[in-house]
């Protein structure tokens, strides 16, 4: 009976795994075609429109120290993000993939031509031996590369889990965000946990907050948009009240 039953709940796992990944598809094929509408000119307003709205929001301007990306094919470029916060003395941490232990591994950079090589998967990392590595809680603000998106702040990825892990080892004070098209907005990504969820997503049109109502005590997630460049204020929803910006 023991093994009946094992057999069954590894039945059971495997079609939940096998709905999330037809469910992700779907969620990608329909993002893909909404972007195939733009021409090349389109979306690269709609680029500058997300980087003026990140390098304008205030918790990424406070932020001493910024973890950001370089983009892989899909994600939003932050190359521009880069050079403007360095211009301006921010501090940018970016990860490293050389381990292949897949350990999270972060090193801060100083110049965005001199600091970063090709690593072995092919991509502009952080040069370990120019670049001082990083402790997670040192970290103000995080930006997150993702695929696709929903306003409960999930996110879909390449699959690797390398960003899961780390979302899920920053200190909570340590803003999670992402940078993304408004077409990568979907109603509804199907995540194994709440505990990857992003607190914040910026597009091109709105800032999208997720905020936790009275969190460990049955609270509930509400969120809700902002327009970038609007003046900050209260939110009241339900039992939560609390300032934004």
């Known amino acids: 009976k023991k093994k009946k039953k094992k057999k069954i709940i590894r039945l059971g796992t495997k079609i939940i795994m096998d709905d999330i990944k037809d469910s992700k598809k779907s969620v990608l094929a329909e993002i893909s075609e909404k972007l195939a509408r733009f021409t090349k000119d389109e979306i690269a307003e709609k680029q500058a429109q997300i980087e003026q709205n990140l ?48 350990a999270i591994n972060l090193l801060r950079i100083h110049n965005y031509d001199t600091d970063l090589i090709k690593g072995d998967q092919g ?26 998106f929903d306003e409960k702040g999930g996110r879909l990825g390449f699959g690797e889990g390398f960003y899961n892990r780390l979302i899920a080892k920053l200190p909570e004070t340590t803003r999670k965000i992402s940078i993304a098209f408004e077409e990568q907005v979907a109603d509804h990504i199907q995540m194994e946990s709440r505990k990857y969820n992003l607190d914040i997503i910026i ?43």
């Open 55 to 102: 390098l304008e929001f205030a918790n990424f301007m406070e932020a001493q120290l910024a973890l950001l990306y370089i983009e892989r094919s899909s994600e939003i470029p932050t190359g521009n993000i880069i050079k403007k916060s360095l211009d301006i003395k921010k501090g940018i941490v970016l990860p490293s993939f050389a381990d292949p232990r897949h």
């Open 123 to 148: 991509r502009l990392e952080p040069d370990p031996e120019a670049c001082k590595k990083v402790n997670l809680d040192q970290i103000d603000i995080a930006v997150i590369p993702g695929l696709a």
């Open 203 to 245: 597009t091109d049109k709105r800032i999208i907050y997720k905020i936790q109502i009275n969190p460990g005590v049955g609270g509930s997630v509400c969120r809700f948009s902002a327009i970038p460049g609007s003046v900050p204020g209260e939110i009241v929803s339900g039992s939560g009240r609390g300032p934004w910006r």
